[in-house]
């Protein structure tokens, strides 16, 4: 810094000192209004003015802002300051000196601003005039401006002085500026922080319920990615199938598919899923990690423009269960369709073979008056009509329409009837043992259901060795010791086959229904749940014993009758009990009904015959002091069933007594229940003396 000629030195030093001082505490302060204060009073020290000004350079808008203003001494901060008021007065670069000094960085000191052509008069009174230029590296960005009303008012040493403090406050501004952008800088870092940080936070909250969702849902879900790397499986894909991958790709997933579902499922999958936003459906076959297939339901959903995902969304459900449930549910449908066939066919039958053993046990009866030889014919017929009966009642017990008629049976005798027809059913690569002790006590059982056990587990055993081999069957008497007396406790009856055996896992679910270890539709899985069934019904105990290898063998344990007797049969008394009793025959086969009325009639009873429900009712209501018996069908046509019309007939006369018949009962589990409770029940095909002894008692 050159100083003039003729300057006070004196003077020079204490304003540089107080720009000194000023300047170390301008470089302090960052707020826009203390360093705008700061300015002010440091003016008022060193200069004298009557108006004063920071104003800086707003390149967009061609304009002088200004930062700090002063009138006589009294500060005025930029923020106070009206702008509006500033740009009306054309405080533009380039304009008046002020504007002059902005465009060329250069200072101006003019001693009587009338004579300078570039002052631009905003108050008439002013007379001098000093303006120098805010440089920071070489660049201005403002100016520092005085005037008062005296001319020829500032020197050099004033010129010196305004420059050396527009340096400092260049540099405070520039400072103030960078904190400003720094602090701004800082503020907005903060907010993206926060913002970050919030938006972390919601992720992981969306991806801690994506995880909830997908973890606990039994369906699996895999996303694959365009070059078919699977980026997301929960854990139940490992569930469906039993597999579990370090990296697991879609072709690997491909590669379980079942080969006829792989060439036309997949391919129609893939094709389908093409377009954004498709959804397709499929069910195919896939092995799971024992080699078993297993059906699996296949959505897939084309993801690829949400950008959360961005890829093919599989969901895989395993159907196999419920496909097995859907296949019982039709294999049972069959089941009930052929019983319901066997159950009518069976109904047909027992009312034929009832007029055929019927008419043949009443010529049994007067076969003094026959010859000899008619009367083993007749003998013969009769024989054959049982045997057919036996036939009728094993084909409504496999249709569940037989109503189960337990009583004393010797297991040896209903094992011997069976040797043949079993023989028959296993085939010349079977053998079959008997090894039957002797003597046995009697069980109380159903004959037919006794011999459908038999049969099942017999059947069973041929099964489990397919190339033949032999079966044992073994009865024998159980004893219990209690410490003092031993007492025969039950009857046991076994079966045995050399066939491959069965593990743990199948033994614990043998007696399930539809449970079966054969091929598709090679067995129905309802054998052995149909013998647990009669056994338990019967108080007896069924187990098992068998391992892979070494065959099989069923044991049963049926409780002894040892002091069980059958009831006393009651001889029929024909009219004694009641003379010339009215009998109401409710029978829809004619033939039949007009063989119970000769039979009925012979021996003294008045028999009225009726056809269907109808016409019973009208009858009983005609006739209702005459009749003493109702003797009914179960199943008759009408609006009512036998047990329904006896339920009628006696609310309106107590007295009235009830013999029902039944070979064949149709959808009426209820009165399956109480016929099995009945005593008054006659079980067709029956012969001419059970019907007169069940009247007879009925009577009684």
Same mark, same amino acid.
């Given at each position: 810094m050159t100083v003039p000629p003729a300057v006070d030195t004196q003077l020079l030093l204490e304003k540089m000192l107080v720009i000194h001082r000023a300047g170390s505490r301008l470089q302090q302060l960052a707020l826009p209004q203390e360093l705008a204060q700061a300015i002010i009073a440091v003016l008022e020290e060193i200069v004298l003015y009557e108006h004063g000004a920071v104003l800086l350079v707003d390149a967009p808008s061609g304009l002088l802002l200004p930062f700090a203003l002063s009138e006589q001494g009294q500060g005025r901060s930029f923020v106070e300051s009206d702008k509006a008021y500033v740009r009306s007065q054309g405080v533009r670069i380039g304009r008046g000196i002020t504007g002059w000094v902005a465009e060329h960085g250069v200072s101006v000191r003019a001693g009587d601003v009338r004579a300078d052509p570039r002052y631009i008069s905003l108050r008439d009174d002013i007379r001098s005039e000093l303006c120098v230029p805010l440089r920071v590296r070489e660049r201005t960005i403002g100016v520092l401006n005085v005037e008062t009303t005296q001319p020829d008012a500032y020197s050099a040493i004033d010129q010196i002085v305004l420059e050396t403090i527009a340096a400092q406050i260049a540099i405070a501004i520039q400072n103030a500026d960078m904190y400003r952008q720094v602090t701004n800088y800082s503020r907005e870092l903060q907010q993206q922080n926060a913002e970050l940080v919030r938006t972390e936070q919601?992720?992981?909250?969306?991806? &801690?319920?994506?995880? *909830?969702?997908?973890?606990?849902?039994?369906?699996? &879900?895999?996303?694959? *990615?365009?070059?078919?790397?699977?980026?997301?499986?929960n854990s139940a894909i490992h569930d469906v199938l039993g597999y579990t991958w370090d990296t697991t790709t879609v072709d690997a997933l491909t590669a379980l598919v079942h080969p006829d579902d792989r060439m036309y499922g997949v391919a129609s999958l893939i094709e389908a899923l093409q377009a954004p936003g498709a959804m397709q459906k499929a069910s195919l076959r896939m092995q799971d990690q024992q080699g078993c297939w297993r059906w699996i339901d296949l959505v897939g959903y084309n993801l690829r423009h949400v950008a959360a995902v961005q890829g093919i969304m599989l969901n895989l459900r395993d159907s196999t269960a419920r496909r097995r449930l859907e296949e019982q549910l039709l294999q049972s449908q069959k089941l009930e369709a052929i019983g319901r066939l066997a159950g009518g066919i069976a109904h047909d039958f027992n009312n034929i073979l009832g007029v055929i053993i019927g008419y043949s046990d009443v010529m049994v009866q007067e076969r003094a008056a026959l010859r000899a030889d008619h009367r083993e014919y007749i003998d013969q017929i009769l024989q054959a009509g049982l045997r057919a009966a036996d036939i009728t009642r094993q084909l409504l017990s496999f249709s569940r329409q037989q109503v189960p008629q337990p009583k004393l049976n010797d297991i040896n005798e209903a094992l011997r009837m069976m040797a043949t027809m079993q023989a028959r059913l296993l085939g010349e690569a079977y053998h079959i043992e008997y090894r039957l002790a002797e003597p046995l006590p009697p069980i109380r059982i159903d004959q037919i259901q006794l011999q459908q056990i038999v049969l099942n587990l017999v059947l069973n055993a041929r099964d489990a060795m397919p190339d033949g081999g032999r079966i044992v069957v073994e009865t024998a008497p159980e004893y219990r010791y209690d410490g003092r007396n031993t007492s025969l406790e039950s009857v046991v009856l076994s079966v045995a086959d050399q066939g491959h055996g069965?593990?743990?896992?199948?033994?614990?679910?043998i007696f399930e229904p539809f449970f079966t270890t054969k091929a598709e539709g090679q067995g129905t899985g309802l054998g052995l749940s149909i013998v647990y069934g009669i056994v338990s019904a019967?108080?007896?105990?069924?187990?098992v014993e068998s391992a892979p290898s070494r065959g099989t063998r069923f044991v049963i344990r049926l409780p002894a009758a040892v002091h069980q007797e059958e009831p006393a049969m009651v001889a029929p008394r024909l009219n004694s009990a009641r003379p010339s009793a009215v009998v109401l025959l409710v029978e829809d086969d004619p033939w039949l009904a007009t063989l119970l009325r000769r039979v009925l009639g012979r021996q003294g009873y008045h028999v009225v015959v009726c056809s269907d429900a109808r016409e019973a009712r009208e009858l009983a209501a005609a006739q209702l002091q005459q009749i003493d018996l109702l003797l009914t069908d179960v199943t008759i046509p009408g609006d009512m069933n036998g047990m329904q019309l006896a339920e009628y007939v006696q609310q309106h006369d107590p007295t009235v007594r009830v013999l029902y018949m039944s070979g064949y009962i149709d959808n009426m589990p209820e009165q399956r229940e109480s016929l099995v409770a009945d005593a008054r029940l006659l079980q067709k095909p029956f012969s001419a003396d059970e019907l007169l002894q069940a009247v007879a008692t009925a009577l009684a």
């Open positions: 919601r992720l992981r909250q969306n991806e &801690i319920k994506f995880r *909830a969702l997908t973890e606990h849902v039994s369906d699996a &879900i895999a996303i694959v *990615a365009d070059d078919g790397q699977i980026v997301f499986e069965i593990d743990a896992a199948t033994r614990s679910r019967s108080h007896g105990t069924i187990d």
